[in-house]
Every structure is written in C-alpha cells, then in structure tokens.
C-alpha cells in the first residue's frame, strides 16, 4: 500500500487524463491520494471532484485539503478563508487545512501577509480540530518561531521538507509530521544524515505532482503513481526495506489525517 500524501491533483495540467492518471496510480499500488489545495477556488474544485461519482472504483481514495499557498496570498480576497473554514468543516472528505505557510524564495506574496494568512489558517486548524499542511521554502527561522509559538496547539506535517536541522528539530518536538518528495531521489540532494534521522513514525511520502518528479522521471510531469519512487529513495537512504517503509509511511497518514481506508 502507498498513499500520496500531498498531489495537487485539481491542476489543469492534468484536465486531458486526470483518470488516466488515476488509474495509473492504483497499478502501482497506490491506494490513498490527498488533493491540495491552493486558494479558494482551488479548495471549490478540490470539495467538487471528491464528489464527482465517476471517482470511484479501480482509482485510490481520494480526500482532500482547503486552504490558500503562500503564493496566493495577496490574491486572497474578502471572504476567502470564511469560504475555506466552510468547506474544511463540512466537506466529508476535506480532512485538513492548507496548504499554507511561507515562501521566501519566490516571494510571490509579501511576506508580512504570507506570515497572517498562515498564522489564521493555523488558528483555524485549532478551532476545527483539523491537521495542517504547511509550506515553507527558504523561511526556516520564522517558521520555527510560529511552530514554537503554536506547533503543539495543532496536528502539521511540513511537506516537501527542504529546511535545516534547527527547523526539523522544532518541528519534531512540537510533535509535527514530515514529508518528503522526489526531491530526495535528486542526483545533488545532500540531506541525507536529517532523513535518517526523522523518526519513523513521523514520516510521509508525497508527490507534490505535477511538479518535482523523481528520478527516473524528473523534467516530466510529475503524477502520483511515482510516490513509488518516492518510497523506494527513502528506504535507500534510511537502509531500510521498501515494503517496511511503504507500510509505514502509509500508516503515518492514514493516522495523520485521520483517514478511513
């Protein structure tokens, strides 16, 4: 079993072959997919196609998140998180908030309201009792400033973790999740020492598709059937065995999420 625990799978770079892909994923034994969110309209999408009847059987679970990515925060309008709290509380499969968080490298937003929208979106994670998903690129020491602040008030995962120790070990300690993606598979990643690290029971898998494909198809478009990929680079690194990593990968997210396979 694998479970790809972070997909933007509403992109309109999948609207040729969405099932195609889908059913692609369930061959490679890929049974739980997580559909991210980036803003409002994208949550809309994100509640629609968890409910279009056509998803169903030969293609994984499908559930999803509501939230609004650091890139989209200046595009946020009035009544955007009203809209996404909405959704996160009444949508039977929209099982988290985000993504969110703070990007810095691009810093396509500024970043004052990149830091209130993710502080909201982490408020209301608590109010909801729901988990977070939390984007953070190049924004390490705010981040862990926040999660010391209010980490241990909520359930987060730090998916496609690039950041450094320090990061990693407040996450951690806040009793925080974390992902990683193809990223990891990349002929020049060299943070091996902190994937070995992570505890077991903190660890997921993801795509992050359509972006960042792992090797040996990175420069495609990414798609969730090479979460396997993902799996397999991280079972090399920890020197584990790739059936022990895929179960208990997908158990972690199971957990997190608070799914029902």
């Not at 803003?39 to 169903?56: F, I, N, S, W």
């Not at 994670?125 to 602040?149: G, Q, W």
Request: aromatic share 6%; proline share 5%.
């Amino acid at each position: 079993m694998l479970v790809d625990s972070h997909c933007h799978l509403t992109d309109s770079k999948f609207d040729e072959d969405r099932s195609e892909i889908l059913a692609r994923a369930r061959l490679a034994g890929v049974e739980i997919i997580l559909a991210i969110a980036s803003d409002r309209a994208d949550a809309e999408k994100v509640g629609t196609l968890l409910a279009d009847p056509e998803m169903g059987p030969g293609i994984p679970q499908l559930w999803g998140t509501a939230g609004v990515h650091p890139h989209e925060a200046e595009a946020a309008g009035e009544g955007d998180l009203d809209a996404i709290r909405e959704l996160a509380q009444d949508h039977p499969r929209i099982v988290a908030v985000g993504e969110t968080g703070l990007d810095f490298f691009y810093d396509h937003s500024p970043r004052s309201l990149q830091e209130d929208l993710f502080r909201e979106h982490l408020a209301m994670a608590e109010d909801l009792d729901l988990p977070i998903v939390v984007h953070s690129r190049n924004a390490d020491e705010l981040t862990a400033r926040i999660l010391k602040e209010c980490g241990r008030r909520v359930r987060g995962v730090l998916h496609c973790f690039t950041g450094g120790a320090e990061l990693l070990e407040t996450a951690l300690s806040a009793g925080w999740m974390v992902s990683y993606t193809g990223i990891i598979t990349f002929k020049k990643y060299d943070a091996q020492a902190l994937v070995r690290s992570v505890p077991r029971d903190r660890l997921m898998v993801e795509t992050d598709a359509p972006y960042l494909a792992p090797v040996p198809h990175r420069g495609r478009r990414n798609e969730p059937s090479y979460v396997a990929q993902v799996a397999q680079g991280l079972a090399a690194i920890r020197g584990e065995d790739l059936e022990e990593v895929e179960g208990y990968t997908s158990e972690n997210a199971v957990r997190f999420f608070n799914l029902n396979p």
